[in-house]
């Protein structure tokens, strides 16, 4: 089912060298972080792909940033912008944000301008929303952003857990005034109390987890496809 995402993106760039890559056409693409990435065949776009019996395609990459500055490493799918591949899809879901938090010059710190570089306090301006309106005009696709979960208190990014609510809470502003995107949090089936749901590094999901989230994506993306039809 599932491309592997750091050789299609290098192999996208490679073809660029030579001319313009070939857009996709397809059913679902997701792109996103490791919380996407995690757990090999059962991560959370398999268990979409599984749940609707619909073609996934996932580019997604442990790590990613939603914009990382660097060229090479955001053309192997470091970059979640860059991850899209163009072309028509009927549904992009996509998260991202807590590594630019993380791993950026904020540090899980004081990331405020972080923030509203990603999305600004108006919650229609910033990074976040003209991706996702360029993405929307360029393919025709329903969108979902993917929120992400409570951690347990044990893992990373615990410092980054104000900003990343802030953030989100834009996100879900910008994703109820405009038609075409929805906010689905994780953190509605992840119980951050429940051990089982956590990887052993207490941050990515389990099995169960990804397969909790893949679920109540699925359950999303098929609601609201028989609404329109």
Same mark, same amino acid.
């Given at each position: 089912m599932r491309i592997f995402?750091?050789?299609?993106?290098?192999?996208?760039?490679?073809?660029?060298?030579?001319?313009?890559?070939?857009?996709?056409?397809?059913?679902?693409?997701?792109?996103?972080?490791? =919380?996407? $990435?995690?757990?090999? @065949?059962?991560? /959370? &776009?398999?268990? %979409?792909? *599984?749940?609707?019996?619909?073609?996934?395609?996932?580019?997604?990459?442990?790590?990613?940033?939603?914009?990382?500055?660097?060229?090479?490493?955001?053309?192997?799918?470091?970059?979640?912008?860059?991850?899209?591949?163009?072309?028509?899809?009927?549904?992009?879901?996509?998260?991202?944000?807590?590594?630019?938090?993380?791993?950026?010059?904020?540090?899980?710190?004081?990331?405020?301008?972080?923030?509203?570089?990603? =999305?600004? $306090?108006?919650?229609? @301006?910033?990074? /976040? &929303?003209?991706? %996702?309106? *360029?993405?929307?005009?360029e393919s025709g696709a329903q969108v979902i952003w993917m929120g992400y979960y409570a951690g347990n208190g044990k893992g990373s990014f615990k410092g980054c857990r104000d900003d990343l609510v802030r953030m989100e809470a834009r996100i879900a502003r910008f994703a109820a005034a405009t038609p075409g995107v929805q906010f689905i949090d994780s953190e509605d089936v992840i119980d951050p109390a429940d051990p089982t749901v956590f990887a052993s590094d207490n941050t990515h999901p389990s099995v169960k987890g990804s397969a909790l989230i893949g679920t109540y994506l699925a359950q999303a993306i098929a609601k609201r496809s028989q609404s329109a039809d």
């Open positions: 995402a750091i050789i299609g993106c290098l192999l996208a760039f490679l073809a660029g060298c030579a001319g313009q890559a070939p857009k996709e056409r397809g059913d679902i693409l997701v792109l996103g972080d490791s =919380i996407m $990435a995690w757990n090999g @065949s059962n991560a /959370i &776009p398999d268990v %979409i792909e *599984r749940t609707l019996n619909r073609q996934v395609i996932s580019r997604a990459v442990s790590g990613a940033q939603f914009d990382n500055a660097s060229r090479l490493a955001g053309a192997v799918g470091f970059d979640i912008q860059r991850q899209y591949p163009g072309g028509s899809w009927n549904w992009i879901v996509l998260d991202g944000g807590a590594n630019d938090l993380g791993f950026g010059d904020c540090g899980c710190g004081n990331c405020t301008a972080a923030v509203d570089r990603l =999305i600004a $306090a108006d919650a229609a @301006s910033g990074l /976040i &929303p003209s991706f %996702i309106t *360029r993405m929307r005009a």
